[in-house]
């Protein structure tokens, strides 16, 4: 049961060393790593080809600079193995990452997330596990629940790393990243292999350490929440139509689009903007009402007549309730459910 561990790397001459080291240290040895130089200034490709001579599990290969996007579809293009696991070059793996990912590897499963954990340059580290009970289902009540949470935000669904993915679904359905799609390329992954998979199985156990530090991507954004997702909510958007899905998923969409309104601007944001900035992400004119649910085609008409800011001020408090009803939940069982 092989596993391919794809790495893109770009000038992590300072980290990738430590990265390699702990991927090396795998107590589950039966495994690939494939690093891909996203044509780093640096030393990087110099650490990474040392890492190959030592060890006939690394391959590398190199490439002009074009992003992680591109950088994992060509580590995908040469992955051998049953699973995909990702790593981020600059993260480290717990001794028994693999392992404890491939306890819940099984025949209907192809996806496995565990939880993770965060640390940074002062010591400060912080386990971080699913904020809702999507794990806690069973069957396409487990799948929706799961893609509702990552078509609005979950931060252990949304990541590439701290999961396992079948390569064979990856490949009979063609899922790859997104490129040019800067945030949340990697949630738009997960949810396609979700709506595509079989099933997704939950690990409660660390099973990757994510380092926050200055230079990470979270650290650099400048632009309004709702430019900045602009992009991914597009492509999100698409992909729901490619797949046939928006129809189901239509409120979610809406819920999310409007989500980042109002994270940019409170309630007065979305009443003003509406209109001028999220129906134009909205795929109105090419949905099939028939396949909807009475409310998603409800919705639908509200936001085609114009009435959706008119109807807002209404829905907002329902929306807080439940938004603050899932974390204060998630905050009072939370220690009780830390990974062991």
């Known amino acids: 049961m092989k596993i391919s561990i794809i790495i893109p790397c770009y000038n992590s001459e300072k980290y990738l060393g ?6 090396l240290a795998q107590t589950f040895e039966d495994f690939e790593a494939i690093l891909v130089d ?3 200034k640096d030393g ?3 650490v990474a080809q040392r890492y190959a001579r030592e060890d006939a599990r690394v391959h590398v290969f190199a490439k002009e600079n074009g992003g992680v996007a591109a950088a994992r579809n060509l580590g995908l293009d040469h992955a051998q193995g049953e699973w995909i696991a990702f790593v981020d070059s600059d993260d ?5 990452a693999l392992e404890t990912l491939l306890s819940g590897a099984d025949d209907v499963v192809d996806m496995v997330v565990c939880a993770h954990e965060t640390f940074d340059e002062t010591g400060r580290r912080e386990t971080v596990i699913p904020e809702t009970r999507w794990m806690d289902l069973t069957g396409e009540g487990k799948r929706r629940a799961a893609a509702l949470r990552l078509i609005e935000g979950d931060c252990v669904l949304n990541i590439m790393c701290n999961k396992l993915h079948r390569r064979a679904l990856i490949e009979n359905e063609h899922i790859c990243l997104k490129e040019g ?6 949630a738009l992954f997960n949810l396609e292999a979700v709506l595509c998979g079989r099933g997704i199985a939950y690990v409660n156990r660390v099973a990757y350490r994510y380092r926050t530090h200055s230079a990470s991507a ?3 954004q400048t632009k309004s929440e709702l430019e900045r997702h602009t992009p991914w909510l597009l492509a999100m958007r698409d992909m729901l139509l490619r797949r046939g899905q928006m129809e189901s998923f239509f409120p979610a969409y809406v819920d999310s689009v409007v989500l980042r309104l109002y994270k940019d601007e409170g309630v007065l944001g979305v009443l003003r903007r509406f209109q001028s900035d999220a129906v134009p992400l909205l795929p109105l004119d090419v949905m099939d ?3 909807m649910s009475l409310k998603a085609r409800m919705l ?3 936001c085609r007549s114009g009435l959706y800011p008119v109807i807002y001020p209404m829905i907002y408090p329902a929306q807080v309730i439940r938004r603050k009803y899932s974390e204060a939940s998630f905050n009072l069982r939370a220690q009780k459910e830390m990974p062991r």
């Open 181 to 186: 799609v800067k945030i949340a390329e990697d």
């Open 44 to 46: 990087t490709l110099a």
């Open 38 to 40: 996203d044509g780093s």
């Open 300 to 302: 639908c008409r509200i």
């Open 289 to 291: 009402e028939r396949k």
């Open 218 to 220: 979270m650290h650099t």
């Open 92 to 96: 480290l793996l717990p001794p028994d």
């Open 18 to 23: 430590a990265c390699m080291d702990s991927v």
